[in-house]
């Protein structure tokens, strides 16, 4: 054990024993130790019911972040997150990553698999680093690996500094040859002026991430599902889930402490969000009905997004260039720029288009191009397989995928299904909340009905007991079997038989009393959670109603 780790000891510990106690309040809380040769400091991973949850909703592409090596954190936290249906950060798991390999890479990402039902991402954004890509190369060979480009442009001002002073506007055109390439050929054409401009032809560096363009230039990305539709800094952001709560100066003894911080703040933020997407109604600024169904359908913040593109529209006409039966080709470009033309086909039967930006596919987000043809064909609301459940206000309604999907069903894996229960159940009590809270007499009904539904949920659990078990003292002990056991018990067995089904009937009355206390616990966190959400929003009722008193 080296001297950091001795350092780190007893903050882990304390990790470690906040792990086993959030385990033992809820199993579908999940975590597991990496056995490292019998070191007390092994590799550490934990992800909470929601951030499991959050992934069967958001889990198509995410980001695992371990840059606290490039900021010498003290202590080397680790996460995954992704976004969610307002595009805020949200978080996948955590870990700490005391020993750092292939080997250990490989194994977080096998248990962080295993914490998310084996569902894997459809793409993944990583640091720039060769341990990692060959983890997931092993782990995920099939998940679109992307490094970030953050990282990319770090690593780039560090290694060329001396061409960065000698020419300040190295690093301007650099970053438009990146980010303005509409295509594979304008970008090679791009980066081989700038190589030759500024005499880079022959640099090791540039020639090493040039080799790995397609991990990380955007125009060799398009073709795979990033859900990233914000501006360069928004998606900085997006990885910061622990900004402000974990920073470099941040002991091990104060991690879980700030953890749980991070994790109330973006609740309440996307309850806000939440909040904001329903009750409120966006300016629309055109009279297309797509405009209003869009309103309907999107949260807030996805649809500020498409109503940009919309409006964008109308400075971007297509000209129709080829017509071959069912298929239509059209040319979009915005006015004084055709030379930047992009290719959309578009299937009259279908209702289908392809546009060349690949926007939709990138993002989830349809693009100006695609909806400059559907004005054109008097297409007038969005086809259903463009809008992403994912982005939707009733994302966590059901499956992810698109929005004409079925309600979820419940998984057979037993914690699976618990987590799925207790989230479900969550999401339609800040819902019941809402409306509850909106006057004073729906908050009176709510609150009968709320406390009608508590004795309703104690009668049917003591009902479903009464069912399935009766007593019978065993050697001084109360034990719980069912009636049809009881008789089996008694026909004529012998004693050692006998003894035998008394040990089978008290593992199942242990079995069927872990699983009472469990549905009694998430009972009672969600009607907690109801509680809290209840307190607030009176408060916002009783100050909205001294605003209008005043």
Not at 154 to 175: A, G, N, Y
Not at 231 to 238: L, Q, R, V
Not at 438 to 449: E, F, G, L, Q, T
Request: hydrophobic share 35%.
């Amino acid at each position: 054990m080296n001297s950091r780790q001795r350092i780190l000891g007893g903050g882990v510990q304390h990790v470690l024993d906040y792990l086993r106690r959030m385990h033992s309040e809820n199993p579908a809380f999940f975590y597991a130790v990496q056995d490292d040769n019998g070191s007390s400091n092994g590799n550490i991973f934990w992800a909470d019911a929601t951030a499991r949850m959050n992934y069967h909703y958001f889990g198509d592409s995410i980001k695992l972040d371990t840059s606290y090596r490039a900021n010498c954190y003290s202590v080397p936290f680790a996460t995954f997150t992704g976004l969610n249906h307002h595009a805020q950060p949200v978080l996948f798991g955590c870990a700490l990553l005391f020993n750092r390999s292939e080997t250990s890479l490989v194994w977080l990402l096998q248990t962080w698999l295993q914490a998310m039902s084996a569902q894997k991402p459809v793409s993944i954004t990583t640091d720039t680093d060769h341990l990692i890509q060959m983890a997931i190369a092993h782990v995920l060979p099939e998940t679109r690996h992307r490094f970030c480009k953050w990282s990319i442009l770090r690593d780039t001002k560090e290694k060329l500094t001396h061409v960065c002073q000698t020419h300040p506007t190295f690093e301007i055109e650099f970053m438009k040859c990146i980010n303005e390439a509409e295509t594979l050929e304008e970008f090679e054409s791009q980066w081989k002026s700038l190589l030759e401009r500024y005499y880079l032809t022959d640099n090791e560096y540039i020639q090493s991430i040039y080799i790995a363009r397609h991990h990380w230039v955007p125009v060799f990305m398009r073709g795979a599902f990033f859900g990233d539709f914000l501006s360069d800094e928004d998606n900085d952001a997006k990885n910061t889930f622990f900004d402000g709560f974990v920073n470099a100066s941040t002991s091990i003894q104060l991690l879980i402490k700030h953890y749980e911080k991070a994790i109330a703040v973006w609740h309440e933020k996307e309850f806000n969000a939440d909040l904001d997407s329903n009750n409120t109604t966006p300016i629309l600024k055109t009279p297309s009905p797509m405009e209003k169904q869009a309103a309907d359908l999107y949260t807030r913040k996805v649809f500020m997004k498409f109503q940009q593109e919309l409006v964008e529209t109308l400075a971007n006409p297509a000209t129709k260039i080829d017509d071959a039966g069912a298929i239509t080709t059209y040319h979009v470009a915005k006015f004084g720029e055709e030379h930047k033309a992009h290719t959309v086909r578009f299937n009259t039967f279908e209702l289908t288009a392809n546009c060349s930006c690949l926007m939709f596919e990138f993002s989830g987000i349809i693009c100006r191009h695609v909806l400059s043809v559907f004005r054109a064909k008097n297409v007038l609301t969005l086809p259903s397989q463009y809008i992403l459940k994912r982005w939707t206000r009733n994302a966590k309604t059901g499956g992810g995928g698109t929005i004409e999907e079925n309600p979820l069903e419940l998984p057979s894996n037993s914690q699976e299904s618990l987590t799925m229960r207790h989230n479900s159940l969550r999401q339609e009590a800040i819902k019941f909340v809402e409306e509850g809270a909106k006057s004073i007499h729906s908050y009176n009904v709510a609150m009968n009905a709320l406390k009608e539904a508590a004795k309703k949920v104690s009668a049917a659990k003591k009902k479903n007991t009464d069912k399935t078990q009766v007593t019978n003292m065993v050697n001084g002990c109360n034990q719980g079997v069912d009636e049809g056991d009881i008789d089996q018990a008694d026909s004529g067995q012998s004693k050692e038989e006998k003894e035998q089904k008394i040990r089978e009937l008290t593992a199942k009355l242990d079995c069927i009393n872990q699983r009472s206390e469990v549905y009694r616990a998430n009972l009672l966190a969600v009607l907690k959670d109801m509680e809290e959400q209840k307190l607030k929003l009176s408060v916002k009722v009783q100050n909205a109603r001294l605003s209008l008193k005043e």
